[in-house]
């Protein structure tokens, strides 16, 4: 099972000015609808919907995860689009809804900015290679505050909202 090690900002804005003054460089822009299968206090299974905005591809994943904070494990598979509407139409839950921003930063660094649909929430994560690259990593100026290990605005607790569950 792979390691997920990753670090989560809270924006206070959608960072206009980096993109604009090449800070910056977006790679790519999805539209993602995310669905819970399955949640316990510390496992989660989720499905999401990825759909590629300049050019409307469309995956489908399935994601299993373990633990909270910093490190966790994790483990992502492909599914197809056939398996993936016959799990939502079991669920029958609303799923959370977000725009990722992926962009490279000026020393190579990719960052993933989410704006959220049914949330006043856009928050950046950070993806490092381990732990200690992870607590060494000094944020730039335009990130918030550091929520890496803040429940509260964790992917799972906002679709909980969403549905109530």
């Known amino acids: 099972m792979a390691l997920e090690v990753e670090r989560k900002f809270l924006l206070r804005a ?14 790519k822009v999805y539209h993602i609808d995310q669905t819970y299968l399955a949640l316990s206090d510390g496992e989660e299974l989720r499905v999401r919907r990825l759909k590629d905005a300049a050019t409307g591809e469309t995956e489908y994943v399935l994601t299993y995860k373990s633990g909270f904070g910093l490190v966790r494990q994790e483990v992502e598979q492909p599914i197809s689009s056939k398996l ?77 909202k969403l549905n109530h569950a």
């Open 14 to 27: 959608y960072p206009e000015d980096q993109i604009a003054d090449g800070t910056l460089a977006v790679q």
């Open 84 to 160: 993936y509407d016959e799990l939502m139409s079991k669920v029958r839950l609303n799923p959370l809804i977000k725009e990722r921003t992926i962009a490279r930063m000026p020393d190579g660094m990719t960052v993933e900015i989410d704006r959220y649909s049914q949330f006043s929430l856009i928050v950046v994560e950070v993806e490092f290679a381990s732990e200690e690259e992870a607590l060494n990593f000094t944020p730039p100026d335009w990130f918030g505050e550091d929520i890496s290990s803040s429940k509260l605005y964790s992917n799972k607790q906002l679709w909980k």
